[in-house]
C-alpha cells in the first residue's frame, strides 16, 4: 500500500524522530509522498528524505486534505483545531498530543496491547486514534501481559523523565545549564517556562502543571491513560513524575500487586514473550555473556532503540503478590513516534485503511 503521510510538527523532536523512522520500510506501507508542517518560522525550507528535498509546509487544510494519513507531532491546540475537519474528509489522524487521549469514542492505542480496536467498524465514522503519553506507553506494554496472567491488583509507579519529553528548548535548557556550571561554575541559572528550578545536576518531582487535587498533569495522564489501555477503570494507580537531567529516554519504577501467587521469574517468562519487550534481567556484571548490557537497562542504553527494556525484576512483600521491576525505553520512538507510525503500519495490514479510503 502506497500512502502519502503528513507530519504536523516536523521539526520537533518526535517529528525528527518520526521522518527518521520512516526511512525504514514498514511491512504494511511505502511512503508514497511526504508533507511537512511546521511553524512559519520553519516553512519554507527543505527536509532531505530519502534522497529528496521536501519543502515544509505551514499547516493549512488544504495541503493537508492531500494526505492519506497525518501524524500530528504538536500541541494540543493544533490537533483540536485540525483533526475533526480532516476527520470528516476520511484522512487518518493519529494524535501523540493529549487533544482527544481521554475522547470515549477515540481508540487510546500501543498496537502490541490493544492494537485490535484499530478495526474498520471502529474507524470509519471518525478515523482517530490518539497516542498515548511517552510514559503510559512503556508502562502498559509490560502491563498488558502481567494482567493477562495473573491479574493486577495495584499499579505504584515513578518515572526518571528525560528533558527531550518537553521537546528541543528543553534539551538546550539542560545543554546550557551544565555548560555554565562547568564554564563558570555557576549552579544559580534555571526557572525557565518549562523548568520552575534548575535542571542541570538536579531532580525535579514536576512534570507540567499541578491540577487541583495535587497530581501533576503529567501524573494524572498516566493514571487515566493506564486505566483506559487496560480497560479497567477502576485500577488503583500511583504515580509520582519526576524530570531527570539525562537527554533521552524515560525510565519508571514500578511495583505491582497481583490477584494470584507470582515468582520473578514467573514474571520474567511472561514479558519475555510479549513482543515489543526486551527483558535484561542478571544479578551480576559477570554474566557479560548474556548480554551486552551487563546486569540492567538505562536510559543512554534505551536511546535509538525500538523496545521497552524491563530490568530489576524482584518480589517485594509490600503487597501479598508484589513484584517491583525498572522499565526504560526511549521516549522519542516507542513512546512517541514509532508507536504512531505502528499504528498507521497496523491500520493497512488488517486493511482498515484501505476501508476509510474507499468511502
Ligand atoms: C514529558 N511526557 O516527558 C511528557 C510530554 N512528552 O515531558
Known amino acids: 500500500l502506497e500512502l502519502t503521510i503528513g507530519i504536523v510538527g516536523a521539526t520537533g523532536v518526535v517529528g525528527q524522530t518520526a521522518l527518521d523512522i520512516l526511512t525504514d520500510d514498514f511491512s504494511g506501507f511505502k511512503v508514497k509522498k ?18 529528496n528535498k521536501v519543502t515544509i509546509e505551514e499547516p493549512s487544510l488544504s495541503s493537508m486534505l492531500e494526505c492519506n494519513a497525518l501524524l500530528f507531532a504538536t500541541d494540543a491546540a493544533i490537533s483540536s483545531e485540525y483533526i475533526p475537519k480532516l476527520a470528516e474528509k476520511g484522512i487518518l489522524c493519529i494524535d501523540k498530543s493529549s487533544a482527544f487521549r481521554a475522547h470515549p469514542s477515540v481508540p487510546l492505542v500501543v498496537p502490541e496491547v490493544n492494537g485490535n480496536l484499530l478495526s474498520p467498524e471502529n474507524l470509519s465514522k471518525f478515523p482517530v486514534v490518539a497516542s498515548p503519553n511517552c510514559c503510559t506507553i512503556p508502562l502498559v506494554m509490560a502491563l498488558k501481559p502481567l494482567q493477562e496472567k495473573f491479574g493486577l491488583k495495584r499499579v505504584i509507579v515513578s518515572t526518571y523523565q528525560s528533558v527531550s519529553g518537553a521537546g528541543k528548548p528543553a534539551i538546550d535548557i539542560l545543554t546550557d545549564e551544565s555548560k555554565n556550571f562547568f564554564v563558570n561554575h555557576d549552579l544559580t541559572c534555571g526557572k525557565s517556562e518549562l523548568f520552575p528550578k534548575s535542571i542541570a545536576f538536579n531532580v525535579m518531582p514536576y512534570v507540567a502543571g499541578i491540577l487541583e487535587n495535587g497530581d501533576t498533569d503529567e501524573e494524572s495522564k498516566i493514571i487515566a491513560e493506564t486505566r483506559k489501555i487496560l480497560a479497567s477503570p477502576n485500577l488503583p494507580v500511583a504515580a509520582t513524575s519526576v524530570r531527570v537531567p539525562t537527554f533521552v529516554g524515560h525510565g519508571e519504577s514500578v511495583t505491582l500487586e497481583f490477584s494470584s501467587k507470582v515468582t520473578a521469574s514467573q514474571i520474567k517468562e511472561e514479558l519475555s514473550h510479549f513482543p515489543g519487550i526486551c527483558v535484561i534481567d542478571e544479578k551480576s556484571m559477570l554474566n557479560e555473556d548474556l548480554n551486552h548490557f551487563g546486569m540492567f537497562v538505562t536510559p543512554r542504553e534505551a536511546h535509538g532503540k525500538d523496545e521497552v527494556f524491563v530490568s530489576r525484576i524482584r518480589k517485594t512483600d509490600v503487597f501479598d503478590n508484589g513484584i517491583s521491576l525498572w522499565i526504560v525505553s526511549d521516549n522519542l520512538r516507542k513512546g512517541a513516534a514509532l508507536n504512531a507510525i505502528q499504528v498507521i503500519n497496523t491500520c493497512a495490514l488488517n486493511g482498515t485503511i484501505q476501508s476509510i479510503l474507499a468511502k
Do not use: E
Open 34 to 51: 511526504l508533507k511537512l508542517y511546521a511553524s512559519r518560522a520553519s516553512a519554507g525550507k527543505t527536509i532531505s528524505f530519502k534522497n
